[in-house]
């Protein structure tokens, strides 16, 4: 059987837990109401927490995981890959590679894509450095990447260096906005002057992003939120596209 690439599953050590914790819920919630009487009562106020705090957001995160390989392909929404003639690219939080390399497989006229991260295994299963370089290599696109480990606050690369840069789904786990704006005048500084900045990240007030994750949509911020904070960084906005609650800023470096 042919060796398929492992992108892993997004918050998986969360998904294995709250599901069993929520169909807990589920069962005192059913109990509550065949018992009835003032202990029906409190049951079926804890079984309901429990449903709201754990079963709602661990089957929302594994539907998520199940749509990731064909709704949320960032590629189709980055004209510049089409526009620039090989380009310097740079993957900020590249993980096990799920957008990197479908960028690296959209190069059809030359072109070079870098990928930096801390590989941590918390956010991605199976997140590390040599789980990416595998992938690379069973998508064919082993010539026309790096990878290396690197923070968007500390970026290991020159000034100047990129034509693009991306980011997907990476600044909301940078917690503060002082690292935040770190992260930002970093990418800022390697950037070529007119230089294209891709990001995607979840809307807090999407319909979509409650449906996926429950009482965690507070974990994301609003459009408002990052459309202030890049443009206070120096990135023109171009364009945004909602993507099932999933924002896409495509921005340029001014």
């Given amino acids: 059987m042919e060796e398929k690439p492992k992108y892993g599953w997004y918050v998986k050590s ?19 109401i065949i018992i009835r009487a003032i202990i029906g009562l409190l049951l079926i106020i804890g079984g309901a927490a429990l449903i709201v705090f754990f079963l709602w957001p661990g089957l929302g995160m ?11 392909d960032m590629t189709s929404r980055m004209p510049a890959l089409r526009e620039i003639k090989s380009p310097e690219i740079l993957d900020v939080g ?20 870098y990928g930096i991260d801390i590989y941590e295994k918390m956010a991605i299963s199976g997140n590390a450095l040599d789980t990416i370089l595998k992938n690379a290599e069973l998508e064919g696109v082993q010539e026309k990447t790096t ?15 990129f034509d693009i840069v991306n980011l997907s789904s990476v600044l909301h786990e940078v917690h ?6 770190k992260a930002l005048k970093e990418i800022y500084r390697v950037l070529k002057p007119e230089g294209y900045l891709y990001i995607g990240e979840w ?4 319909w979509q992003t409650f449906i996926f994750t429950g009482i965690f ?22 364009s945004y596209n909602n993507v099932n609650g999933y924002g896409i800023f495509e ?4």
């Fill in 217 to 238: 949509m507070l974990v994301f911020k609003s459009n408002r939120y990052w459309r202030d904070l890049f443009a206070n960084q120096g990135f023109k906005i171009l």
């Fill in 147 to 161: 990878f290396q480990f690197g923070s968007a606050t500390e970026i290991p690369f020159e000034d100047s260096r």
């Fill in 251 to 254: 921005m340029k470096k001014v």
């Fill in 94 to 113: 590249c993980g096990t590679g799920r957008t990197a390399l479908k960028i690296a497989k959209s190069l059809k006229n030359g072109g070079h894509l």
């Fill in 62 to 72: 594994m539907a998520l995981n199940l749509s990731l390989k064909e709704a949320f």
């Fill in 14 to 32: 969360l998904i294995v837990t709250f599901i069993p914790i929520g169909l807990v819920g589920l069962l005192l919630l059913i109990f509550g």
């Fill in 176 to 181: 503060n906005d002082e690292e935040k704006i």
């Fill in 203 to 206: 809307n807090r007030i999407a």
